[in-house]
């Protein structure tokens, strides 16, 4: 079963030929809007796919008439005895349902989901979507599940199928097949502990992976006044054609709430780059917490234990000790979503210093003391670098580095940031350690060479061939483990 997904559609596709000529697999798709239908039937040959079906199913049953609501309550209380899970838990992640779990991006622009689907809609949309999945897994007892977000993510993983979706590794232009929800890899796990003490090839990170060099070359070009203009433009006539086409993306977020955010955007890329610069703390001690972007997946779906970013702070400002700073630096991505009075809040505390958000992010890490994060990149370069981490978030990759502490309960923070600014890791150590599991990530991950979602026809052949066949190795190591 393959999913569709508009980031990755040209890989996949690709994916989908290699999987049938070399593996003679069946290959159920699911698509989610008639456009993706329409390109997959349009790009791909005929007999690819076994069967291509909508699953646009949550979205739609949320803006139906639902059932009665002692109905809709009784299959939600017996579909969440079947996953294991409350139902919060899923929509936690969800930009319409789940906003209200978005403390720190209370102004992402707001829909007519999130505005008109009240519970009885939603637990409908979620009782409608889950029994979908399921009815779709038993009719068609698949070996593998592909792509896919939360919703037949967790279907599959209760129903026993196994389940692969593409990371971002986080290092150039390299991602892997996480697999589950929660972007875990037992495979990388694996090839560190594997690797253990041996010495391996010297790698540094000089750059930002390409995932965010890329769209941070372009928010710089566009952070102007006549880069609004534009935006406020291409949003009115996408709208424009989206409706005359009508796509069902017209019915999604409000085209006002759009341009709101488009303006709210270059106001605060005006205000965030005029802030302290690196250069300003020379001699000074510090850690650092970069923000993370709200609401996103990458936050509250990866961390659905902690994801609480202005508490995080206000604890870490509470429990420095007298001489150390905390540099807090804002991401692109969350420019205009964030509550009224979040960085006034922020430059409040006196321990705390606002950075301006065009300093390069890894520049901050190799000068800071320590790195705190919950699920960010920050944390990954800083524990390759050798340099100490405190990780929030429970389910990261790097929190297999020795040298990575995680944070279970606040109570913890405060003694942990005491040991690690008196020198409680060996550095020598560290790098090593960091270094052997930048190894692993390689080992374990295949390489895109560049890849741009905004610009997904663009792929090497050589990057489709290490895909595949990352993607077969993963399955073939897991299959072999289990036996």
């Not at 899970?85 to 319409?96: P, Q, S, T, V």
């Not at 880069?227 to 406020?232: D, S």
């Not at 409040?348 to 699920?375: P, Q, S, W």
Request: charged share 25%.
């Amino acid at each position: 079963m393959m999913c569709a997904d508009a980031e990755y559609r040209f890989l996949l596709l690709a994916l989908a030929r290699r999987l049938k000529q070399e593996a003679r697999a069946e290959i159920d798709l699911y698509c989610f809007t008639p456009q993706e239908s329409a390109f997959y039937r349009g790009k791909g040959e005929a007999g690819l796919f076994r069967s291509i079906t909508d699953a646009n199913i949550l979205y739609p049953a949320a803006r139906g008439e639902p059932p009665a609501p002692e109905e809709v309550l009784r299959q939600a209380q017996s579909h969440e005895r079947w996953l294991g899970l409350h139902y919060n838990e899923l929509i936690l992640g969800d930009r319409h349902f789940g906003r209200g779990f978005a403390l720190g991006g209370a102004r992402h622009p707001r829909s007519r989901l999130s505005e008109h689907a009240d519970l009885t809609r939603i637990l409908h949309a979620y009782n409608t979507a889950i029994s979908f999945w399921r009815n779709q897994i038993e009719e068609k007892r698949p070996d593998l599940m592909l792509m896919g977000g939360t919703v037949p993510g967790t279907v599959a993983r209760v129903m026993g199928i196994p389940y692969r979706t593409i990371g971002t590794a986080r290092y150039l232009g390299y991602h892997y097949w996480a697999e589950n929800l929660l972007f875990e890899s037992k495979r990388l796990a694996a090839a560190y502990r594997e690797i253990g003490a041996r010495s391996v090839p010297a790698r540094s990170i000089e750059r930002p992976y390409d995932g965010h060099a890329k769209p941070r070359q372009d928010f710089i070009r566009d952070a102007n006044t006549l880069g609004l203009v534009k935006q406020l433009a291409h949003l009115t006539a996408r709208r424009a054609y989206w409706h005359l086409r009508r796509y069902e993306k017209r019915k999604g977020y409000y085209l006002t709430e759009e341009l709101g955010y488009a303006v709210r955007k270059w106001r605060d890329a005006r205000r965030l780059t005029g802030l302290a610069k690196l250069s300003d703390l020379s001699g000074k001690r510090f850690v650092f917490y970069p923000l993370q972007t709200e609401p996103e997946q990458s936050l509250q779906a990866l961390s659905p234990e902690y994801f609480f970013q202005l508490e995080t702070i206000a604890a870490i400002a509470r429990d420095l000790p007298a001489g150390v700073l905390l540099v807090v630096k804002e991401t692109f991505w969350s420019l205009g979503r964030r509550p009224v009075d979040f960085y006034d809040q922020i430059m409040g505390f006196k321990n705390v210093v606002m950075m301006d958000m065009l300093e390069l992010g890894l520049d901050v890490v190799r000068a800071a003391d320590v790195t705190l994060t919950i699920t960010g990149t920050a944390g990954f370069e800083a524990a390759v670098m050798g340099k100490p981490v405190i990780a929030f978030g429970r389910h990261n990759l790097y929190n297999a580095i020795p040298h990575v502490s995680v944070i279970e309960h606040l109570s913890e923070l405060k003694p942990t940031l005491s040991r690690l600014l008196d020198g409680g890791i060996d550095v020598e150590k560290a790098k090593a350690d960091g270094q052997r599991f930048l190894e692993a990530v390689v080992a374990t991950s295949f390489d895109l060479r560049g890849y741009n979602f905004l610009r997904p026809a663009e792929i090497e052949d050589v990057a489709i061939d290490s895909a595949y066949r990352s993607l077969i190795d993963s399955l073939t190591e897991a299959k072999n483990a289990a036996a």
